[in-house]
């Protein structure tokens, strides 16, 4: 999960809010776990434009990505993963393929082949999630 901080407030944004919004300098996590940069795309006859998200937990991204249409939808989603995920020694951003799922475990297939957690490479895996999809292709 994400937190802000009020010393981390934006007193006077240079742009007009929407009701209610508010703008941040930075966020912290609250845990050490893997989150996502999602890129969301509205389309229509007077073109298209984009959003960026950033979003801590699985369920979150896949309760978003649920409401895709035509016209709104998840253009992409890039995994943010600690070491103990990617097994590297540092912190990775990476472009997803597919989430899926392997008897009730989340695991990401990136967009060059890489499984994490690797130890389910090989396993079968349900797609939950997949770039492929609705306005994805």
Same mark, same amino acid.
């Given at each position: 999960?994400?937190?802000?901080?009020?010393q981390? +407030?934006?007193?006077?944004?240079?742009?007009?809010?929407?009701?209610? !919004? +508010?703008? &941040? @300098?930075?966020? *912290? #996590?609250?845990?050490?776990? /893997? &989150?996502?940069?999602?890129? %969301?795309?509205? !389309?229509?006859?007077?073109? =298209?434009?984009?959003? #960026?998200?950033?979003? =801590?937990?699985?369920?979150?991204?896949?309760?978003?990505? *649920? +409401?895709?249409?035509?016209?709104?939808? $998840?253009? /992409?989603?890039?995994?943010?993963?600690?070491? &103990?995920?990617?097994? @590297?020694?540092?912190?990775?951003?990476?472009?997803? +393929?597919? $989430? #899926?799922?392997?008897?009730?475990?989340?695991? %990401?297939?990136?967009?060059?082949?890489q499984?994490?957690? =690797?130890?389910?490479?090989? #396993?079968?895996?349900?797609?939950?999630w997949? @770039?492929? *999809? @609705?306005?994805?292709?």
């Amino acid at each position: 999960m994400f937190e802000t901080h009020e010393q981390a +407030r934006v007193q006077n944004p240079f742009f007009v809010l929407e009701e209610g !919004a +508010r703008r &941040w @300098k930075y966020i *912290s #996590q609250t845990s050490n776990d /893997e &989150w996502f940069f999602v890129t %969301y795309e509205t !389309a229509g006859a007077e073109g =298209s434009s984009q959003q #960026q998200f950033m979003i =801590s937990k699985v369920q979150f991204l896949l309760d978003l990505a *649920s +409401r895709d249409t035509p016209g709104q939808f $998840i253009h /992409e989603v890039q995994l943010v993963s600690p070491p &103990w995920l990617n097994q @590297k020694d540092k912190w990775l951003m990476e472009p997803i +393929r597919e $989430i #899926q799922e392997v008897d009730e475990r989340v695991c %990401y297939e990136l967009m060059d082949g890489q499984v994490y957690p =690797s130890a389910l490479l090989g #396993q079968n895996r349900d797609p939950l999630w997949s @770039k492929r *999809s @609705k306005g994805n292709e």
